[in-house]
Nanobody, 115 residues
Framework: QVLLVYSGGGLVQPGGSLRLSCAGS????????MGWFRQPPGKQRELVGTISRGGQTNYIDSVKGRFTISRENAEDTLYLQMNNLKPEDTAVYYC?????????WGQGTQVTVSS
């Protein structure tokens, strides 16, 4: 059973920044492309961006230039740096395998952008 542990969420004003972390277990990240996902209130979960095993990243248009995904394979940790946050970024954020059947999602981390 893979356990994903999240940190870094919170309440931030529009224009602010947050850095999310997602830690795994037992070297689970090293072989897979990983993704950050989010689920806004009342909406379905969506893919925000992905990072390959080699570090190539892709993002949805709405976060390009504002969000940056990085990974530290040796520490089984995935990061999401979010800058210039907007109210529409409010959601529960999750990490998981990008293109393979997902592991248990865990609780995610809440990000609320509000003045």
């Amino acid at each position: 059973q893979v356990l994903l542990v999240y940190s870094g969420g919170g309440l931030v004003q529009p224009g602010g920044s947050l850095r999310l972390s997602c830690a795994g277990s037992a070297l689970i990240f090293s072989g897979d492309a990983m993704g950050w996902f989010r689920q806004p209130p009342g909406k379905q979960r969506e893919l925000v961006g992905t990072i390959s095993r080699g570090g190539q990243t892709n993002y949805i248009d709405s976060v390009k230039g504002r969000f940056t995904i990085s990974r530290e394979n040796a520490e089984d940790t995935l990061y999401l740096q979010m800058n210039n946050l907007k109210p529409e970024d409010t959601a529960v954020y999750y990490c998981n395998r990008a293109f393979q059947p997902p592991w248990d999602w865990g609780q995610g981390t809440q990000v609320t952008v509000s003045s």
